[in-house]
């Protein structure tokens, strides 16, 4: 269905979502719905902590890599106060080297050393004697700067190595949580850059990292595909009678596009609680939540094709992005 005739048209978009297992609302509506119970160390890190650039270009590294490998993070980033802002870089370069792991190994057990590497290296940081690989040593500075918690950057290691097999998740609650522990964790640990420490914020960050991660597997959909992978939430797809083989082939029956419009409408609903903390949220913090813009960009234009996860318009970066969350930055919302 192409996107300038989207199915659904005008009406606002509700705080709640449909129930699963329901039918997609009538055109312009998400409608109300009951609440669901959320790419990196390569050979490249192993090349640079061996003979690689060093301290003094490990900022650059950091930067390129997001540019690179995290480009929407990277704009969000840039839009730090400018004492956050190289923290932030190294977070989230941290983050990427983590993400690629899965993808980059061809096996399960050189991914688990990848990650045993990156857990000897946080032990290592917080014993003030970093490796000489770049993310690690910007990554010692912040943790130095910022007083870092130790516990978040644990949890993002460890919830993906638990994520290493290559298993669709068993429901939205297996989803969520995964992107609890990883994206959230990446949002207190940013909150921290900026020295907030504030329960609505956190309240906020904690629904933004779910968003983020229900978006992030949606998005990640059509490239799994061809790898012959399918991780979207089991318990949705059996409801809705969608197999693996459904997406693998590209189906785009009404059936496949109800599976999508479930999981997007969760995201949404996330989306809408971390919005309702706005005024209970320290203006400071705001920075943060940038990535907002990013998801909720995509879910209208999800929404705009019928919930066509292959459409290509999806795919299709947006060139006005940067100027978005500038707009956003500047009238200070999320």
């Known amino acids: 269905m192409a996107a300038s005739t989207p199915r659904w048209a005008s009406r606002p978009l509700p705080l709640r979502v ?15 719905a009951r609440q669901l119970p959320e ?15 060093g301290a003094a270009g490990a900022d650059r590294y950091c930067v390129e890599l997001l540019r690179k490998r995290d480009y929407e993070g990277y704009l969000c980033s840039l839009l730090l106060p400018a004492e956050s802002r190289s923290s932030a870089f190294a977070l989230r370069a941290f983050n990427v080297e983590l993400a690629q792991v ?16 990156w857990k000897k290296t946080v032990d290592d940081i917080y014993s003030d004697n970093p490796p000489h690989q770049p993310v690690a040593i910007e990554l010692w500075k912040a943790v130095k700067r910022h007083n870092l918690t ?16 290559d298993k669709a998740y068993r429901n939205i609650q297996e989803l969520e949580n995964y992107a609890e522990n990883t994206q959230s964790s990446l949002l207190y640990l940013t909150l921290e850059i900026l020295g907030i ?14 968003a983020q991660g229900i978006v992030t597997c949606l998005r990640a959909t059509p490239y799994h595909g061809t790898r012959r ?7 949705i ?28 409408s969760q995201a949404h609903v996330h989306l809408k609680h971390a919005r309702s903390f706005h005024k209970s949220v320290p203006v400071k913090a705001f920075p943060a939540f940038l990535q907002t813009v990013v998801l909720e ?14 459409h290509p318009s999806l795919q299709q970066k947006n060139p006005l992005l940067p100027l978005s969350l500038y707009i956003q930055s500047w009238r200070k919302r999320y």
């Open 197 to 210: 420490k504030d329960l609505h914020a956190d309240h906020a960050a904690s629904h933004i990292g779910k």
């Open 150 to 165: 130790k516990r978040w950057l644990m949890k993002i290691i460890d919830e993906r190595e638990n994520n290493l097999d």
């Open 229 to 235: 992978r399918v991780f979207l939430p089991m318990d």
């Open 39 to 53: 790419p990196a160390g390569s050979g490249r890190s192993l090349a640079v902590a061996s003979g690689g650039p």
């Open 297 to 310: 960009d995509y879910l209208k234009k999800i929404q705009q094709v019928d919930f066509n996860i292959f």
């Open 18 to 32: 449909c129930g699963l297992g329901r039918r997609r609302p009538s055109p312009g509506s998400w409608a109300r």
């Open 237 to 264: 797809c059996m409801l809705h009678g969608v197999s693996q083989e459904d997406f693998l082939r590209k189906n785009q029956d009404k059936n496949v596009r109800d599976v999508i419009y479930d999981i997007a």
């Open 102 to 117: 899965k993808d980059m190994v061809s096996e399960k057990t050189i991914g688990l050393m990848r990650m045993q590497f």
